[in-house]
């Protein structure tokens, strides 16, 4: 291998000396040609020119090697400032990543080599530190005999300001969010130290706020955001300087919705003994929002009555509690409290709900028939009654809301059954009219005889004994 006043390289994995120069030796990060180069009598070293430079002003500088085997010689020159640029000059030296290095090697002359390069000082004050290394070959073709100085020399720049940059592009640790928070790191830059950056991190755009713990500071490079609700964000760091000056970038997270717990409503009821409440389940996300799923609770009530798959509690004849109300899915649960009271004390200005349960639409009714009914308040039904054709023909007081109509005592044909459910407020709902048909032989007009015989008066006489029969009961059974 041909040694001449080179510098050893890294390419592709393989080390080579090169007479046109090589970068990375020139000492700062404390590799030099000594790596391979040995024997010979190290050379003397130096670096001159400017000591002193503008804001972006550019100086002319020249390295020196002195001494040593001195036949021919090579070097390479690096800054440890990053903004600082260095520039070869024809036919002496070239610039390559962020080094100068020779473009060949050169044979001393009254005992010494010289080459020239130049400096571009940063944009900013500060101090630019060169580090160079001069390599100096006996030429006979080996690395034996060779042995490279090493030199540093300062540069004062003085003016000139800049704004900070961001140096290590933000991130989120993780970018999609399950919980309510993630760790977001990232790292500025400037002519002054590091240390002397505070980050400012906000919400650029997203569905709602979210915290940073700690902000505004230079420990805030490592914060954690702190989020209210689920959604996309673009989270926006400024990087800013003693002078105020700044630099920003984004990072974008993802917060998504997870199943959990599960809030229940009216959490805490009253109802009457008997009576009827409808408790509703929902799902909520680690916001407490809202979720379409799951589609099915499981319902249990401990004590008082019980619950229906639906969340209807009904309660039992006995005052008391406050009774626990569970729904659960998934591995989650929520809770509500019922008790049963004697008087509802609680603001009630909903009405109930009522359907027709027996009989669907254009049923036809012969003779005696037993009419049923569901009915539902956030509190509690009191009383459900019946009307036909806007005339009433019963109530009931306890579920199953059930009355018996002789249809005899009605004229044949169509009629509409509408009924009207009424809590302890005084709420009334109505349900929508249901159409039936009415067929009793011999009372197609008013006052005719009915199916089973007998005056009409008295079976409507029979009729009305019978509702208040069922009145007074409770239920027809």
Not at 17 to 24: D, F, K, M, R, S
Not at 93 to 111: D, I, L, R
Not at 122 to 139: E, I, K, Q, W
Not at 360 to 376: K, P
Request: charged share 10%.
């Amino acid at each position: 291998m041909r040694l001449a006043g080179c510098l050893l390289v890294l390419l592709s994995g393989s080390a080579f000396a090169n007479q046109l120069g090589a970068v990375g030796y020139s000492g700062k990060t404390g590799e030099t040609c000594n790596m391979c180069h040995s024997g010979g009598g190290a050379p003397t070293v130096s670096i001159t020119g400017p000591a002193t430079l503008q804001a972006g002003q550019t100086g002319s500088y020249t390295l020196t090697v002195t001494g040593g085997a001195g036949v021919r010689a090579g070097m390479n020159v690096s800054a440890d400032v990053v903004d600082a640029q260095l520039q070869g000059v024809a036919g002496d030296t070239t610039a390559f990543s962020g080094e100068v290095h020779h473009t060949g090697t050169k044979a001393f002359s009254g005992g010494r080599a010289a080459f020239a390069f130049k400096l571009v000082a940063p944009p900013y004050s500060g101090t630019v530190r060169l580090f160079g290394a001069g390599n100096s070959c006996n030429g006979n073709g080996g690395s034996s005999g060779d042995r490279a100085g090493l030199t540093t020399f300062s540069v004062s720049v003085t003016g000139g300001t800049t704004a900070p940059r961001v140096a290590t592009a933000p991130t989120a640790n993780p970018e999609v969010v399950n919980g309510v928070s993630t760790r977001l790191s990232v790292l500025g830059a400037d002519d002054q130290p590091e240390s002397a950056l505070t980050y400012h991190w906000a919400v650029a755009s997203g569905p709602g706020p979210a915290t940073f713990s700690p902000n505004g500071s230079n420990a805030a490079k490592q914060t954690t955001a702190t989020f209210q609700r689920a959604g996309s964000y673009v989270l926006q760091v400024q990087v800013k300087d003693a002078q105020g000056q700044a630099a920003a970038s984004t990072v974008s997270v993802t917060v998504q919705a997870s199943f959990s717990g599960i809030t229940i409503s009216p959490s805490a009821g009253q109802v009457l003994p008997r009576g009827t409440r409808q408790f509703t389940a929902q799902a909520v996300d680690q916001f407490g929002g809202t979720l379409a799923a799951p589609a099915s609770f499981t319902w249990m009530v401990t004590s008082g009555g019980s619950i229906s798959p639906s969340g209807v509690f009904t309660a039992g004849p006995s005052l008391g509690g406050p009774h626990i109300i569970q729904a659960t899915a998934q591995g989650k649960a929520g809770s509500a409290t019922v008790t049963v009271v004697s008087q509802v004390t609680e603001e009630d200005t909903t009405a109930p709900t009522v359907a027709l349960a027996s009989h669907q639409a254009n049923a036809t009714l012969t003779g005696v028939v037993t009419l049923q009914a569901t009915a539902h308040d956030d509190v509690g039904v009191t009383r459900v009654e019946y009307l036909l054709d806007g005339v009433s023909v019963g109530e009931a007081n306890e579920a199953p809301w059930s009355v018996v109509l002789n249809s005899a005592a009605h004229p044949s044909g169509p009629a509409t059954l509408t009924l009207i459910a009424r809590d302890a407020a005084g709420n009334a709902g109505a349900s929508p009219g249901v159409a039936v048909v009415l067929d009793n032989p011999g009372t197609s007009g008013a006052g005719g005889c009915s199916a089973v015989g007998g005056p009409p008066l008295l079976l409507l006489a029979l009729g009305v004994r019978a509702r208040r029969r069922v009145q007074g009961s409770g239920a027809a059974r």
